[in-house]
């Protein structure tokens, strides 16, 4: 049986990729689900064909006012904030020295303070009911460097960072936090890029060991976990779910030997 059902769960970035997929399988667990975006989205209907008494909030993350609002809204109409889920991001980047200043604010603003601010405004009601799981959408290039990466790898790194002292200062109010850092995901996010560098996705799929992309219901299938009770002594963790592309480098001696 579903863990999530008369569960109340605010879902950030909802109206594409990672965070959609998330609010869909909340959805389908038995969820309603409070969708947060700065845009619009028609696949947000698939939402609430699964779970109809689910919201959607026309937001953008940055504004902290805003998500107080949300998270206000949502208390009164259904008396608890069980789970928070942030995956509003975007991504940008490049070398140090031709980065332009207001491109490092944006990503920041948005991908860490973004994060900041969507935990800051369920915090209270969580503390008041001494129970919530939050669960961050960082990336496996907030654990390791990658090349250009720059701000958007310091964003993320931000990100894991965060979750683990939330889950610190938080975990004796019944309050878990954990963050999941996803590898190459199939979402618009990542094929803007592969679309302008289709050498990058080849070296990509290349080092991420299963061979292939991910899709975005293989990290819901984390935020369900991380949602629900049966992770109810997981708290201040970092759950890659990456395919094995940061397990280490392959050198081609699997394919040499004829293994694959
Ligand atoms: N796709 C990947 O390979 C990958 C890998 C690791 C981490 N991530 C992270 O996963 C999260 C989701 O990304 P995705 O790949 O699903 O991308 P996506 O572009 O499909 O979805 C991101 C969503 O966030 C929303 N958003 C962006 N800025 C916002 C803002 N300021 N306020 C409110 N909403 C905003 C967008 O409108 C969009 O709906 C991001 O934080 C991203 O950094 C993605």
Known sequence: ??????????????????????????????????????????????????????????????????????????????????????????????????????????????????????????????????????????????LNGTEGGSVYNASKGGVVMLSKNVAIDYGRMGIRCNAICPGFIDTPLLNDVMDLMPELKADVIRETKVGRLGQPEEIAGAAYFLASDDSSYVTGHTLVVDGGYTAGHSHGIVQMLGLV
């Open 1 to 142: 049986m579903s863990q999530l059902k008369n569960k109340v769960a605010i879902v950030t970035g909802a109206a594409s990729g990672i965070g959609l997929a998330c609010a869909r399988r909340y959805a389908t667990e038995g969820a309603t689900v409070i969708g947060v975006d700065r845009n619009m989205s028609s696949a947000w209907a698939s939402v609430e064909v699964l779970a109809p008494a689910s919201r959607f909030h026309q937001v953008d993350v940055t504004d902290g006012a805003a998500q107080k609002v949300v998270a206000a809204d949502t208390l009164n109409e259904f008396g608890a904030i069980d789970i928070l889920l942030t995956a509003a991001g975007l991504g940008d980047g490049g070398p140090v020295g031709m980065l332009d200043e207001d491109v490092w604010d944006r990503v920041i603003d948005v991908n860490l303070k973004g994060t900041f601010l969507s935990i800051k405004a369920v915090l209270d009601v969580m503390t008041a009911q001494r129970s919530g799981s939050i669960i961050t959408i960082a990336s496996v290039e907030g």
